[in-house]
């Protein structure tokens, strides 16, 4: 019973890991990745940069033969700015751009949050910018007129710079008019404490009022600017569907196949392990197409690609207003704005006891202020939790190991027969007898331990999807229990602690069967190298007291007695002895 339950926690975790981390994540094809980047050339055309500012910033996908908008003569601004300018909004959560060309967003830094250089964490591409849209770009069916609203110069309405110690909602206003007859006006209201955006849009052309798209672009910024776990969620679309109840996940192999959705949207965008940009609760239908783009992080051959997600929402009505959350999937913060946007986080199958463990691990670093010491002391208190199962388990595998004699001779008995020979259900007739005559459950050894997985595959959900462990650093060498142990330090003593409690272990296999198993910490070992080592700490701790159990429980029940079933001749032997000593008194 032993060697299935490892062998199916092996498998799963084999299934976990090997899903997750050796199996890079679906590119689009060569074709989509091109006809990508012949679209991102004329959507940053539209965006108003000029064609050579654009060539220049290229991708080596991008194909030579660009098409050409057409470009609408210059118009007598009527209300605009003289020049460019960028519009700060500086908050104690958020450090934001806007630029006054366009009226888009141009920079949303988290001050919450880090890059891997320890500055405030980028959530817009900025590397991209003139490449694709910016956020809230515009785009409507003429694409000459789209190419004028993304360029222009708005004129700006509002405290400049923008900023707010207090952390109150800021509120700003663009307006772009010119003697064409186009009009256009864009307002912002920025709530840093809730990460929100509200927005709102009014297009006129001719006195015919527009219903504009708004494009995003790529998503999102912390994949490019910061250091991520191979094993970590890259982006991808999300949406909440509110008929259904479910959240669904659009992964590039999705979106390859499905790029434009229009239900009754809870929220719609696009998110990774820890940020999201989503559009929320809409009080109309709208409609999402988005675009998968394998963008390369240099201009040097052969360069690497992230994997990015661009979208454009099209509302239903026109001056629509439009609230957007553009921050960190943290738990009590998305609850706080509605608690269907907690759905957001991908807690897996095991969400229910997630949760509790969560605001578990909450609270402890409430106290101790340290999300290392917070694993180690919550890893603990599960243990405590489900000591009783362990040590049930290991008494029935014990009682297990005294009777694998008598198993072995009853077997032994039975081994010339085939399988589909009536006679060969004599043996386990004989076998139930033994485990009734001696009290022995088989199943009571591995019941207790798969009891326990569910609570295994939880820690593992909270300790890969926690915001709160990002970043978090424990001590010495290990600064963000997100990421692997740089010096695989950790891994390497979790294997050994594998080894140790495995030998401990009482097990009802043959020698040759417990040398196999002895393989496992092994491969285990590999897997765990790039594991976030908040993951691994668990683990490690969880052998640490599971060592310490088996000494308790070896004390508390003693060392195995197991008596030597001699072979069939030999108890013939012994038998016809003790007949011939028996006659012989007699005489």
């Not at 600017?225 to 479910?246: C, H, I, M, V, W």
């Not at 080894?499 to 092994?522: E, G, L, N, R, Y």
């Not at 007291?545 to 007695?561: D, F, H, M, S």
């Amino acid at each position: 019973m032993e060697k299935r339950v490892l062998i199916a926690i092996f498998l799963s975790f084999l299934v976990l890991y090997a899903f997750q981390g050796l199996f890079e994540p679906p590119k689009p094809k060569k074709t989509a990745t091109a006809a990508a980047s012949t679209t991102a050339g004329s959507k940053g055309r539209a965006a108003g940069k000029t064609p050579a500012a654009s060539d220049a910033k290229a991708s080596p996908e991008a194909p030579d033969n660009k098409a050409v908008e057409p470009v609408l003569p210059p118009a007598t601004a009527l209300v605009s700015a003289r020049t460019a300018q960028d519009i700060r909004v500086d908050t104690p959560n958020v450090d934001a751009v806007f630029s006054n060309q366009g009226a888009t967003l141009k920079s949303w830094k988290l001050k919450n949050y880090k890059d891997a250089k320890g500055n405030p964490l980028e959530l817009v591409v900025t590397e991209l910018l003139g490449q694709y849209p910016s956020p809230f770009s515009l785009k409507v069916d003429d694409a000459a007129v789209t190419q004028r609203l993304n360029s222009a110069l708005y004129a700006v309405k509002g405290p400049e710079p923008a900023t707010d110690a207090s952390g109150a909602p800021i509120h700003l206003s663009f307006e772009y008019q010119d003697a064409s007859g186009l009009r256009a006006e864009k307002t912002f209201t920025i709530d840093p404490r809730k990460y929100t955006i509200d927005f709102q849009t009014s297009v006129v052309d001719h006195g015919k009022t527009l219903n504009p798209a708004i494009e995003w672009g790529p998503g999102l910024g912390d994949v490019w600017n910061s250091e991520t776990n191979r094993y970590l969620q890259k982006p991808q679309g999300l949406y909440f569907d509110a008929k259904a109840g479910k959240v669904e996940r659009l992964s590039a192999k999705t979106l390859g196949k499905q790029s434009t959705y229009e239900t009754a949207f809870g929220y719609v965008g696009v998110d990774d392990n820890y940020f999201m940009s989503t559009l929320l609760f809409p009080t109309e239908p709208v409609k999402v197409d988005y675009e998968p783009l394998a963008v390369p992080q240099s201009s040097a051959p052969k360069a690497p690609t992230e994997n990015l997600v661009a979208y454009t929402l099209q509302p239903s009505k026109a001056g629509q207003a439009m609230r957007f959350f553009f921050g960190p999937k943290d738990f009590d913060l998305l609850a706080s704005i509605n608690r269907d946007l907690v759905r957001a986080i991908d807690f897996g199958w095991f969400s229910f006891l997630v949760v509790p463990l969560l605001k578990a691990l909450k609270w402890i670093n409430g106290f101790v202020g340290n999300y290392g010491w917070s694993i180690i002391i919550l890893t603990v208190l599960i243990n405590m939790a489900i000591f009783p199962l362990r040590h049930k388990s290991v008494v029935s595998m014990r009682r297990m190991q005294e009777i694998q004699p008598q198993m072995k001779a009853i077997q032994a008995r039975y081994s010339g027969l085939k399988a589909t020979d009536p006679a060969k259900q004599k043996m386990n007739t004989e076998m139930m007898a033994l485990y009734k005559e001696k009290g022995v459950n088989p199943a009571s050894g591995c019941l207790p331990m798969i009891l326990t997985l569910p609570v295994l595959y939880a820690i593992y959900a909270l300790l890969e999807t926690a915001i709160e462990i990002r970043g978090a650093p424990w001590f010495g060498w290990i600064t963000d229990l997100s990421l692997r142990d740089p010096l695989y330090i950790t891994p390497i003593l979790m294997g050994i602690s594998m080894v140790w409690q495995q030998k401990m272990t009482p097990s009802t296999a043959d020698p040759s069967q417990q040398k196999m198993m002895m393989f496992m910490p092994i491969v285990f070992t590999v897997m765990f190298l790039w594991a976030p080592s908040g993951l691994v700490l668990y683990w490690f701790v969880s052998n640490l007291w599971g060592i310490g159990q088996q000494y308790v429980t070896n004390y508390l029940i003693g060392p195995p007695v197991i008596k030597a079933v001699r072979p069939p001749a030999e108890r013939r032997l012994k038998r016809v002895g003790e007949s011939k000593t028996q006659a012989a008194a007699k005489h």
